[in-house]
């Protein structure tokens, strides 16, 4: 399945939901999500799979640095190259804002 990355919105907040339960970990709520999405600073990029949310990446800077706070792919999408076009997408997003570092903090329980 080819995967697509564009910027989501306050209308994708349903579909960031539905993902977020289907990957089952301990993610953002509704109102964390809609913050990220109205803050002039922070970006959420989506990966779409035949129109389908199988992935994101929220990205938010900070002076001349930017961080990936949350990143999440489906759980049936994993291993297919999804996390990485969400990166590169972040990493694009970075350029763009003129950063100096990208950072990403990972827990170690991470799978």
């Known amino acids: 399945m080819a995967t697509s ?10 579909l960031l939901i539905a993902l977020e339960d289907a990957i089952g970990c301990a993610g953002w709520s509704a109102k964390q999500f809609l913050d990220e999405l109205q803050h002039p600073d922070a970006q959420i ?5 035949d129109d389908v949310l199988v ?7 900070f002076v001349d640095e930017a961080w990936i706070l949350q990143l999440g792919v489906h759980p049936n999408q994993r291993r297919h190259g999804v996390a ?3 990166l590169q997408a972040a990493f694009d997003a970075a350029r763009n804002w ?7 903090e990972v827990r170690v329980s991470n799978d």
């Open 5 to 14: 990355v564009r910027a989501l919105q306050i209308g994708h907040l349903d």
């Open 45 to 49: 990029l989506g990966a779409f799979g």
């Open 55 to 61: 992935g994101y990446v929220s990205v938010r800077r």
């Open 84 to 86: 990485r076009s969400l």
């Open 98 to 104: 003129n950063i100096t570092s990208l950072w990403l």
